[in-house]
């Protein structure tokens, strides 16, 4: 009984918390339609502002240590990587046309990359030179960073975790729920909210990441020799960006069947 007014509890205020459905982004030639849940009371210009901070806390202690890479070839690879892709941006939203776009590369053997809300993008040197990505590979990872930024993949994780913690207090206060069950409100949010749709979100930036490498010109096929990098590099220490990018079988199935639909694109722009 008590799970059965933990989970009700959960929807309730999921529901009631100030969550409205929205698509942040057009479904693209690979379909992604899912409708997202945001908090209306926590915008878009919120969530970029608070990163941005982030952010520029993050450029301002790598350029302390000398690390921020302004001027070798690799970061002017990433810089003319990145603005092909940002081109394309504008046909998954519109919006992002008028982004505030910026690309940093840090001299660091960490083996990661993000494009955060509002498409502040750090790619770390290491996941180039240790991976000996070519501009392919470099705009399949870059695309699927990207991607998360475009479909405002962080709000949709804040607005989650705002509407878990209502959905606590709420029991704890209306259901006079001790700790044991507040517990169980955590695994169900866990196992039955949050991570089914952190794996949804990796297979959306996978396929629009895909896509936006292919309108830019990059080999499609290169997010397969990209993710079997990634699975080789994982076999010993994992790096941090396969701690949230979990390189799988399926994963890589999902993106062979994906790549026939973007062909055509990628096609058409190395012809014009």
């Not at 301002?60 to 394309?88: C, F, M, P, W, Y």
Request: aromatic letters at 6%; glycine letters at 8%; proline letters at 4%.
């Amino acid at each position: 009984m008590a799970r059965a007014w933990v989970l009700g509890a959960l929807s309730a205020s999921l529901l009631l918390g100030g969550c409205q459905a929205v698509n942040t982004t057009n479904g693209g030639a690979v379909g992604v339609e899912r409708k997202q849940y945001m908090f209306s009371m926590l915008s878009s210009q919120q969530v970029d502002q608070m990163y941005a901070q982030s952010y520029q806390k993050t450029l301002g202690e790598a350029s302390g240590k000398g690390v921020l890479d302004k001027t070798s070839a690799n970061a002017k690879r990433v810089q003319a990587i990145a603005n092909r892709l940002i081109a394309q941006a504008p046909i998954f939203r519109p919006d992002a046309a008028q982004w505030q776009w910026e690309i940093n590369l840090i001299k660091s053997d960490e083996l990661n990359a993000n494009c955060g809300p509002g498409g502040k993008i750090i790619f770390y040197s290491g996941l180039i030179d240790q991976l000996k990505l070519s501009d392919d590979e470099i705009a399949a990872v870059m695309g699927h960073e990207i991607a998360h930024a475009l479909r405002e993949h962080g709000r949709e994780a804040m607005s989650k975790a705002y509407g878990i913690e209502m959905a606590k207090q709420g029991a704890g206060a209306l259901f006079g729920l001790g700790q044991d069950s507040l517990a169980l409100a955590d695994t169900v949010a866990n196992y039955g909210m949050t991570l089914p749709n952190s794996r949804a979100n990796e297979n959306e930036a996978d396929l629009i990441g895909l896509e936006l490498a292919a309108r830019a010109g990059y080999n499609p096929n290169a997010a397969i020799s990209l993710w079997n990098k990634m699975s080789k590099a994982a076999e010993g220490a994992p790096p941090e960006f396969m701690s949230t990018h979990p390189a799988s079988a399926s994963r890589i199935a999902s993106l062979e069947a994906a790549i026939p639909k973007v062909m055509p694109l990628y096609q058409q722009a190395r012809k014009s």
